[in-house]
T-cell receptor, first 115, second 111 residues
């Protein structure tokens, strides 16, 4: 079955530290890739997405992600985190097939940034 | 203001009662979705609808039912057959395989 794995369930960082959240998926074909973020008490919202083209994608709030097809990975990065980045982050994948294309979520990573 | 609204924000029910969660969107999206979010499990798809008057089961449809009589509305009923209904429920909509837009969610507690 198709699945998405997020390697870290909880991450704790100090402000200004660099962030990398891992995401791997299991599907050999074409995929659309997403990172969503859920700030405390807020809607789930899109950070960035990748459909095709340059595998290094820039999103909102200084986040970026790199699609490495050979590794089935779409890791999220930020060079210097802020306290306001405290949130839960979800990687999601749409495997593109002939029929209905379902969005599959990872289990999420809770990030806590300490001042 | 375009978006997705879900009501109510918090809902409490006694075991054995059916309860309906509302989801409305004014984004003119054809596709709508219901997810359940539990701690450490991400979002799991309950039902989805790609067009009015049509809907399909997702991964965890047992104990739930939906209807899609209007493009902008996709209510979810949590029936008494759902064994573990206490959860956070999220509604979303999209244009096919593009990003999904999420509502604020309804936290259902069944005692």
């Amino acid at each position: 079955a198709q699945s998405v794995s997020q390697h870290n369930h909880h991450v704790i960082l100090s402000e200004a530290a660099s962030l990398e959240l891992g995401c791997n998926y299991s599907y050999g074909g074409t995929v659309n890739l997403f990172w969503y973020v859920q700030y405390p008490g807020q809607h789930l919202q899109l950070l960035l997405k990748y459909f095709s083209g340059d595998p290094l994608v820039k999103g909102i709030k200084g986040f970026e992600a790199e699609f490495i097809k050979s590794k089935f990975s779409f890791n999220l990065r930020k060079p210097s985190v802020q306290w306001s980045d405290t949130a839960e982050y979800f990687c999601a994948v749409i495997p593109i097939s002939g029929g209905y294309n379902k969005l599959i979520f990872g289990a999420g990573t809770r990030l806590a940034v300490h001042p | 203001d375009g978006g997705i609204t879900q009501s109510p924000k918090y809902l409490f029910r006694k075991e054995g009662q059916n309860v309906t969660l509302s989801c409305e969107q004014n984004l003119n999206h054809d596709a709508m979705y219901w997810y359940r979010q539990d701690p450490g499990q991400g979002l799991r798809l309950i039902y989805y609808s790609q067009i009015v008057n049509d809907f399909q089961k997702g991964d965890i449809a047992e104990g739930y039912s939906v209807s899609r009589e209007k493009k902008e509305s996709f209510p979810l009923t949590v029936t008494s057959a759902q064994k573990n209904p206490t959860a956070f429920y999220l509604c979303a909509s999209s244009i096919r395989t593009d990003e999904q837009y999420f509502g604020p969610g309804t936290r259902l507690t069944v005692t």
